[in-house]
């Protein structure tokens, strides 16, 4: 299963997720806080999915992301916060 994260976004906030036979299976949302800065508030992966890594490949997403708009990432989820502190990787995004 090749599982491809997607995104919404809205005027102020947006939605990563990762939908799989039509049902939205994972999702990671932030808010944009001006014009340079994301802040991941929340992660969720359901039940039965959990150590797929879906909650890493969001993120993933969600740091490409940041670089192609030239923006950082504040990750105020702890899972999100987590990744980033495993993934020296990330630092360029993340916001200090």
């Known amino acids: 299963m090749n599982e491809q994260v997607k995104l919404k976004l809205s005027d102020s906030k947006g939605v990563f997720y990762i939908e799989i036979n039509g ?3 994972a999702m990671m949302t932030f808010v944009f806080s001006g014009e340079d800065k994301i802040i991941i508030d929340h992660t969720e992966v359901n039940e ?3 150590g797929k890594g879906f909650g890493n490949k969001m993120v993933q997403e969600a740091v490409f992301f940041a670089r192609e708009r030239g923006i950082k ?6 899972f999100a916060k987590h990744v980033f502190e495993k993934t020296p990787s990330y630092n360029d ?3 200090t």
């Open 73 to 78: 990432i504040v990750p105020f989820c702890p």
């Open 93 to 95: 995004v993340l916001a």
């Open 48 to 50: 039965g999915n959990n």
């Open 23 to 25: 049902k939205q299976e």
